[in-house]
């Protein structure tokens, strides 16, 4: 059944041989653009002490050519 759908998911594998056979399957792109991703988080709950939350994700690199 496996491969029948041209659909490949990809969890986290324990073994470096595992991660190479599904990432072979993968075909090379060019990366355009990087973006940062950034949230933040509010809580409702007066007794937490804590009011919010907030974070900051991957910092901007340069795209290789």
Known sequence: ????????IMLRVKELATAEMLTEQLSKVEVF????????????DPMSGVDFQSRNEGEPEPVVQ
């Open 33 to 44: 653009t990087l973006m940062n991703v950034s949230g933040v988080n509010d809580s409702s």
């Open 1 to 8: 059944m496996a491969g029948n759908f041209n659909t490949l």
